[in-house]
């Protein structure tokens, strides 16, 4: 027994440094501000030059402070704004909606009121290859402790966003039909 | 929402019923985000919560980088299961991974009331709250919603139990009486074996290794998508265990085998999902077998191997017809077939299973549930022909079962968000005890999201086994009456034999203490009655002239009570460090009928010390620097005072440490009982005697390859 308590203390005292490790929806976050970065909104999208980026949470948070510590202060020039929604019907003014898991039983619905010009739909809720072909259009899976993400460029096209060459060759493939 | 694993959300029916979110929560809290409230949540809210600390900005690392970093989704496991109103214990990958376990039988020495003694290389006698026997008949034991314990003793064969542990997605472990549910013989704990969606194991997997007396095993495993709603995988895995140690010389446990199968998955929109999978396994594991001789010393131990072939196939399609109800059928079948070449013993059996259930909400605050099944056993069982059955023989050899049952349940929200009433009522028909009615009523009160407490009354039954019904088996060595006659003891199973009753009364309480640490207790007492005892009847005429035989009939002559404690405790002093531990405590006080001879009662009340009273688990798991894993094991298991000769206390240590040089490569040392050159874990069992084989230090090395 003295010798387990031996090793173990060594073990303890020799390594406290940093690990590359981090909960889940902090790692998201920080993708979502990436995304932010490598995707390119119609001018259409804002009203103004000073007019703010608007990413909303849709269904329950499961971010915290997490969004907008990732997000930081700017998306570019533009002051960032994050909205918590409850319905798909105010995500009207959304430049990027994050669906939360609660509402992955009304993916499709929800998908459906969401599909307008300049909107980046994330989500990680349930099925990913449905909700790429419900017109979602990044959708987060966790392989292996992991988060990848898999990207429905088309979708995005459509709505009028610019997909960066970058973000396309990180994407994973199949889930979404395509990428890779 | 059902019992069986659907793949889209991977709900069991217990934990559906206990509680239908715990598992959604389980895959989805990470480990610092607050829980998921319903409804709407205030930014302000969460900004109060979170001020304190937050920690570095992870967003300049670019994508890349991100997604090589290991998101910690699962940190909180005990504390999510603060909404069923049962004893859950969730074995999950990581836990699987880090415990250095090879074998599935020795992952449950971590869950706190279960009972594991490695019997030998290739037996163990595994039991939840008491009773532990190689043939322990009260636990039930599923693998993706099928059944793996065989209808001869109502137990499993842990040696013809075998699956890649990495593409285990968790396995659920219920202390206490899951009936009302699942049906007889889920007295005294489930476990459910939840195997990985084949969307989750894409791309391939290579691994191998050896060590002593682990011996050398290897496997590999490839997965892909056929199109972008199905996904598949197959594997195939051999091994071959040395010898664990005897007194007596040879162990006679050496143990080799292979398994092969598939699975693969479809769905459509997130609203339908089908399963369908198969295994084929096959094992060679050395064993001793009895053979019965009119000379002394009249039974010898053969040297012999036990022959398993098993396979199954099973279907699942499983509906979600709107947010909140959904519905699932699944079938399977399964073959068994087992044979002891030298004494020339086997059986073998076929098993149909159809499974209906269906799950609704009612008015506001009714979560309904209802199920059906039916399953059919074609069983059939060979006397010995090595000594023309005079060892083994069986009244009847063919068996045609047939198992009717329903189910409800109504989850009855009495104040919402924080009081919960669970009733439930399984009735289910089968060929030996005809209907058998097992009810449950719990409640479960959450004071606050951190605490939860719950009680629980039960009903469940052990219907008779196979064996129960119909053995003739003559194991023990004979006694010499004055006459100079020779008498056999022979265990003589009967067909009038009831079900043993259980009811249980059980409570429990869990706490997140704090974001760190988390609390998991509960108290159990549990009342049988009609347990079976081998009672002596009338001398029969023996197989020869100057033999008799004494009949040692099983009867529903004992009654018991056990009663116990189970505590475990969950805490991350750091992100790097993980400490776990569990405590048991359990007490059997079992009555045979004070008619019965003297030495009868002594034998059978004996299995009250088969069972340790105490036991300690403790585990310590780093994350080192450079991508390495450090866990390190210590285990207490009481004294086993219940056997001839008793089986002494022990403390092991067990450890693994894992490398990963690179994403897609590990490399690890692992060790069991470290300290010790060996030990037994279980004394002899009392119905065929064989020697004490003691359990050697095992160390092995292994490496796996991701592509």
């Known amino acids: ?180 | 929402m059902n019992r069986f694993p659907a793949d889209q959300d991977h709900i069991p029916r217990a934990l559906k019923r206990w509680h239908c979110t715990i598992l959604l929560l389980i895959t989805m809290i990470p480990a610092n985000a607050p829980a998921a409230e319903p409804g709407f949540s205030l930014p302000e809210q969460q900004m109060t919560d979170h001020t304190a600390q937050l920690p570095a900005r992870l967003a300049p690392l670019g994508l890349e980088k991100l997604m090589d970093i290991e998101v910690t989704t699962v940190t909180r496991v005990e504390s999510t299961l603060g909404e069923s109103a049962a004893a859950i214990s969730v074995i999950s990958q990581e836990d699987i991974r880090r415990s250095g376990a090879s074998t599935l039988a020795e992952l449950f020495r971590r869950v706190p009331g279960m009972n594991v003694a490695r019997i030998d290389n290739n037996k163990w006698a595994i039991s939840v709250r008491g009773f532990n026997d190689r043939f322990s008949n009260k636990l039930l034991v599923q693998r993706d919603g099928r059944s793996i314990y065989d209808p001869l003793f109502a137990g499993v064969f842990w040696n013809a139990v075998d699956y890649p542990l990495e593409d285990i997605e968790r396995i659920e472990v219920i202390r206490g009486p899951g009936a009302s549910v699942w049906g007889a013989n889920a007295v005294n704990g489930i476990i459910n074996i939840i195997t990985k969606s084949a969307k989750d194991t894409r791309g391939g997997r290579l691994s191998g290794g050896g060590g002593t007396p682990e011996g050398g095993f290897g496997e590999l495993r490839y997965g892909g998508a056929i199109s972008a709603k199905t996904d598949y995988r197959v594997y195939a895995a051999g091994f071959g265990r040395d010898e664990q140690f005897s007194q007596m010389g040879d162990s006679h446990d050496r143990w080799h085998g292979a398994s092969t199968g598939m699975r693969m998955d479809w769905r459509q929109d997130g609203l339908d999902t089908v399963t369908v999978q198969g295994d084929y396994l096959y094992s060679s594991a050395q064993r001793q077998d009895p053979d019965l001789e009119m000379t002394p010393p009249f039974i010898f131990l053969l040297a012999n191997r036990s022959i398993t072939h098993s396979g199954n196939i099973l279907g699942r399609w499983t509906h979600q017809t709107d947010a909140q109800s959904s519905w699932s059928l699944q079938g399977y079948w399964s073959r068994f077939d087992t044979k002891q070449p030298v004494v020339e013993i086997g059986n073998n059996n076929d098993i149909y299973d159809l499974d209906f259930q269906h799950q609704f909400p009612i008015a506001q605050r009714h979560n309904f549930i209802y199920g059906f099944g039916y399953r059919y056993v074609d069983q059939a069982v060979g006397n010995s022909l090595s000594d023309n059955g005079l060892s083994l023989s069986w009244l009847k050899n063919d068996f045609s079962l047939s198992i009717y049952s329903a189910f409800l349940q109504d989850e009855y929200l009495l104040l919402p968000d924080s009081l919960k009433l669970f009733l439930g009522l399984k009735l289910e028909h089968n060929d030996f005890s005809g209907f058998e009615a097992q009810p449950t009523g719990r409640l479960l009160w959450t004071p606050t999201k951190r605490q939860t407490f719950w009680a629980a009354v039960s009903r469940a039954v052990v219907t008779p086994s196979i064996s129960e019904d119909a053995v003739r088996l003559s194991a023990i060595p004979p006694a010499t009456l004055p006459s100079g006659a020779l008498l056999f003891p022979r265990v003589t199973g009967s067909p009038d034999l009831s079900s043993v009753e259980l009811i249980a009364y059980e409570t429990g309480y869990r706490a997140q203490v704090s974001e760190s640490l988390s609390l998991d207790t509960a108290l159990f007492y549990n009342e049988y009655d009609g347990l079976v005892v081998p009672v002596p009847q009338a001398v029969e005429a023996g197989f020869a002239p100057g033999t008799a035989i004494l009949p040692l009939r099983l009867e529903n002559r004992m009654d018991g009570e056990t009663y116990g404690a189970e505590i475990g405790a969950d805490w991350r002093p750091a992100k790097w460090w993980r400490l776990y531990g569990t405590y048991s405590f359990l007490k059997a006080a079992l009555h045979a009928d004070r008619n019965l001879p003297a030495s009868t009662i002594a034998g059978a009340e004996s299995a009250e010390g088969r069972s340790p009273q105490q036991q300690i688990f403790l585990q310590s798991s780093f994350d080192l620097p450079r991508d390495v894993e450090l866990d390190a094991m210590g285990r207490f298991v009481d004294r086993l005072p219940g056997f001839v000769q008793a089986t002494p206390s022990y403390f092991s240590v067990d450890m693994r440490v894992a490398w990963r040089p690179r994403r897609d490569l590990e490399v690890s040392v692992a060790g069991q009982n470290l300290f010790d050159d060996h030990h037994p874990e279980f004394g002899v069992s009392s119905i065929v005697a064989a020697p004490i084989v003691e359990i050697r230090r095992n160390v092995y090395a292994k490496i796996t390859w991701w592509f």
């Open chain 1, 1 to 180: 027994m003295r010798r387990i308590a031996a090793v173990m203390g060594m073990l303890l005292l020799g390594y406290t440094t940093a690990y590359a490790e981090a909960t889940e929806y902090q790692v998201k976050a920080a993708m979502l501000a990436n995304f932010a970065i490598f995707v390119d909104w119609p001018p259409t999208a804002f009203s103004t030059a000073g007019s703010p980026f608007v990413a909303c949470v849709l269904g329950d948070d499961p971010f915290g402070r997490l969004l907008e510590h990732e997000l930081g202060e700017r998306v570019g020039s533009r002051p960032v704004e994050i909205r918590y929604l409850k319905k798909a019907d105010a995500a009207a003014e959304c430049h990027m909606v994050f669906i939360s898991r609660s509402e992955q039983h009304q993916l499709k619905p929800v998908l459906a009121s969401l599909r307008k010009t300049g909107t980046l739909i994330v989500s990680d809720a349930g099925d990913i290859s449905g909700f790429c072909r419900n017109g979602g259009m990044i959708g987060f899976v966790t392989e292996r402790g992991k988060v990848r993400f898999d990207l429905n460029a088309n979708a995005a096209a459509k709505a009028g966003l610019k997909i960066d060459s970058k973000l396309k060759r990180v994407s994973g493939s199949t889930e979404c039909g395509e990428g890779r």
